[in-house]
């Protein structure tokens, strides 16, 4: 540890080497610093406000915008700090649409979580909002801007990370609000339905859409066979929201847990993936035969599929025709499958159970209604 490489927070020595700003240094320091605008893949915005310390000798500061600096003295939760964070979550729930027990968000909802920490308990300001229409023209996502706090952490994730822009802030003041162009719904304007905004959005002002209904429906239909297909991301993901250690297998929980709901079988996706990836190589080798457009990009991502198309389709025929992993089960699952349990095609019920979005659309493609036709294996399957 270096003199010129050091500084004080809450009375305790703290090396900085490379941090951007003193935020990183004082979570390096395991200090707790709340943020809804602070993300280290986006740009810095210091617009909430929620990082502000006290710096000796300077004042007050935004710890997101302020660069740690060598014998800096920096204390981070004093009475004043503590009540500008509380005060600026009682502005934004003045402002927010307080919906908690119907929300999607629910239990996720930082700035929940944040008023419950800061000990909110009344909001004394008038509230402010005014009611907006709920965007619920795409498959994938639901936009509800009375719940959205103005974070922007949406907009730069669309814009300087997936390269769309597809929303963006509207209006000054009281007015202001986040936006697809225009006021357009998002289903209007060039979104790729990736799910970044929904991922990074601390509140439920953009969640993914939901589909349990319609799953009950069918598990409770009589003349339905439901079966599922797990994508390899989700027996992680599932297992961390349960508690369990980063990276530990929840497979056969998942699987026990979807046979006692109901569903007939569970499928891995992995194995359509084998199956993809079996059929992108017989593509590639033909390609490379036939002297045919190289190199071959996959086309597993729905999300980057529209965005190609959007914005680069003079790259679709670098494209792979292969279809992706949930579209090759989904196919070969309709094939197969109502013959072994002896139920008509349109009976059996896949549902997908994906990390992303975007399949949500990808389902619903044109492309893959079963008139179109079928991919090499799954004629290969059905023996035509
Ligand atoms: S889904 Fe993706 S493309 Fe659409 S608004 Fe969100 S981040 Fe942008
Ligand atoms: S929609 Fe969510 S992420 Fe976007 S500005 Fe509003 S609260 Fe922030």
């Known amino acids: 540890m270096t003199l010129d490489k050091t500084l004080t927070v809450n009375g305790r020595a703290v090396a900085f080497d490379g941090e951007r700003n003193l935020l990183e240094v004082i979570r390096k320091a395991k200090i707790d610093l709340p943020t809804f605008c602070y993300h280290s893949d986006l740009s810095i915005y210091g617009a909430c406000r929620m990082c502000m310390v006290e710096v000796e000798g300077r004042g007050l500061a935004a710890a997101c915008s302020t660069p740690p600096e060598a014998g800096m003295r920096v204390r981070t939760h004093t009475d004043e700090v503590r009540e500008i964070r509380k005060i600026s979550v009682e502005l934004l729930l003045a402002n927010h649409q307080q919906a908690c027990p119907t929300c999607v968000k629910a239990d996720a909802c930082q700035l929940r ?3 419950r920490k800061l000990g909110v308990t009344e909001v004394r300001f008038k509230p402010t909002a005014r009611t907006m229409p709920v965007d619920r023209s795409t498959v994938s996502l639901v936009r509800d801007p009375n719940k959205c706090i ?17 929303i963006d802030f509207a209006h000054r003041g009281a007015r202001a609000c986040v936006t697809p162009a225009f006021g357009k719904d998002l289903a209007a304007v060039e979104c790729v339905l990736c799910g970044q905004c929904a991922a990074v959005c601390p509140t439920g002002a953009i969640a993914p859409r939901s589909e349990t209904e319609e799953v009950w429906r069918a598990l409770h239909d009589p003349r339905k066979t439901v079966v599922a297909q797990i994508a390899p991301a989700v027996r992680v993901a599932l297992g961390e929201c349960f508690g369990l250690e980063a990276g530990a297998l929840s497979t056969g929980q998942i699987a026990a847990a979807l046979r006692a709901l109901g569903f007939r079988k569970v499928f891995d996706t992995c194995f359509a993936a084998d199956l993809t990836v079996m059929e992108e190589v017989h593509e590639f080798l033909t390609r490379r035969k036939e002297g045919r457009r190289l190199p071959q990009f ?37 094939e197969t499958l109502p013959a072994e349990y002896r139920v008509a095609r349109e009976d059996l019920v896949v549902v997908s159970i994906m990390p992303c979005t975007a399949k949500k659309f990808e389902a619903r493609r044109a492309e893959f209604d079963p008139s179109v036709a079928r991919t090499s294996a799954e004629r290969w399957l059905s023996g035509r």
């Open 298 to 334: 996959t086309s597993c991502c729905p999300a980057w599929v529209k965005f190609a198309e959007q914005y680069y389709p003079e790259l679709l025929p670098n494209l792979s025709t292969c279809r992706s992993p949930q579209q090759m089960f989904g196919a070969m699952a309709k």
């Open 113 to 115: 979580d944040l008023g």
């Open 150 to 166: 103005l974070c922007g952490d949406c907009v730069r994730m669309c814009s300087e990370i997936q390269g769309v822009g597809a």
